[in-house]
């Protein structure tokens, strides 16, 4: 049996609710990474590991910001409440399956971390690839770990529009 009509516009502002918080919480791991990591770039010898991996949880969040910056103005928690059921049900779907790619991506983030640490053996700067690659599984991972968790998290949404 569907959702009663009178709970759906308070199920699409809790819902848009949830993904404006993730995407807070996204702007604060960025934040974070760029206040730590901007510190030791600076720091760190250029050419160590640890200065490559600053270097690129630098460039990595300044990404995720503009991300959480743009997921944020978008989230519109007072403009979803005339959705309609088949609407809630297509903006569930919408934002479930960009979780779900975006965790199929950072398996990718982490595999490519992989192949550039297997790389540096050979590279002529290894330092520069380790650092890269360590970054690559330290973001890679929170993002898999944050996307799959918001998946989970949003999916009680979906539960709720079909019972």
């Keep these: 049996m569907p959702l009663p009509i009178a709970d759906l516009p308070a199920l699409n502002h809790a819902r848009e609710l949830m993904a404006e918080r993730g995407m807070v919480l996204l702007g604060v791991w960025a934040l974070l990474n760029l206040v730590v990591s901007g510190y030791y770039v ?12 600053h270097f690129m949880n630098v460039a990595w969040n300044v990404v995720n910001t503009l991300l959480a910056v743009w997921g944020v103005l978008q989230a519109n ?10 609407e809630s049900q297509a903006a569930q779907a919408r934002f479930e399956n960009l979780l779900l790619v975006n965790a ?30 360590r970054s690559l599984w330290l973001q890679g991972g929170f993002l898999f770990f944050f996307d799959l968790a918001f998946y989970f998290i949003y999916h009680q949404f979906a539960v709720q529009l079909v019972q």
Excluded at 42 to 53: C, G, K, M, W
């Design 77 to 86: 928690p007072w403009g979803v409440a005339g959705l309609s059921f088949t």
């Design 42 to 53: 600076a720091r760190t010898d250029a050419r160590t590991e640890a200065h490559h991996f």
């Design 104 to 133: 199929a991506l950072d398996v990718g983030y982490l595999f490519i971390g992989l192949w550039l640490h297997r790389r540096a053996d050979t590279a002529e700067r290894p330092e520069r690839l380790r650092g890269y690659a």
